[in-house]
């Protein structure tokens, strides 16, 4: 099967309406209507959760290319440095945006007196919803893509694909540069998206149930995505960088499969307590 359709549509000299960006403003927007639907079925304030998803989306962005452009400076950037700004070509790393967007929510929930699981049992509700819009957006520009495969599920790139280019530089090479198309690889991109939109059901499910202690979804949801990253990791053909034998990526996934279980423990400890 053959992949990749980085621009949607192209009119004259006017820039391209690329299918990353567009993929990435549609899993905004899911996750706003969805974060909405479920604070107005739970009872709560819909305009004021409209003002912070503004601010996490933008500290979202921000944190995510930060990190991408940190990991592939000296490879990417270095000679175009400019090209920081285009995030609509693809470049962002998720974890660096759930890292900013985490410390924007600390901020929030202190300046307006708001309890912080209370805020992330709803933000991480719907996270998976646009996650999995955004990796739908990653297969199309043909990054984190897969490792080669012979499996009926590999895919192929085309020519100037990340993926070919990474099997017609390696050493030797696993491709002839007047190949049309790379060799088959694993979808990684399809599988996360897969998966983070089970995680999404399975969250907007059981959120406003309302019979779970603060800090219930937020640590489902870390613990989830942590055991998802970590495992995909593993499949995942594009360059990474390592900390001993685990990615960053795997790394991260450790530290917040910890903190979910702290959550899940403080959520027990709060709906085990008596009341007052």
Known sequence: MSAMHSILLQFGSFPPLRTYGLCMALGFLLGWLAAVRLCKRTGQNADALS??????MLAAVVGARAAYVLEHWSAEFARQPFSVLRVDQGGLMFYGGLIAAALVLVVYTRVYRQHLFQ???????????GHALGRIGCFMHGCCYGKITSSWIGVCFPRESPAWWEQVSAV????????????????????????????????????????????FITGCYLIGY????????YLRGDPRMA???????QTISIGLLGLGLF??????????APSP
Do not use: M
Request: glycine share 2%; charged share 15%; with cysteine.
């Open 226 to 233: 942590a055991l998802l990253r970590f495992a995909i990791e």
């Open 172 to 215: 030797p090479p696993l491709l002839e540069r007047a190949a049309l198309k790379s060799l088959p690889v694993i979808p990684t991109q399809l599988i996360e998206a897969a998966a983070n939109a089970l995680l999404f059901a399975l969250l907007a499910t059981l959120y406003p149930a309302r019979h779970y202690a603060r800090g």
């Open 51 to 56: 003002s912070l998803l503004t601010w996490l």
């Open 263 to 272: 959550c899940l423990a403080y959520a027990k400890r709060r709906q085990s």
């Open 243 to 249: 900390v001993g034998p685990f990615s960053i990526s």
């Open 119 to 129: 805020v992330t049992d709803l933000v991480l509700a719907v996270v998976p919803l």
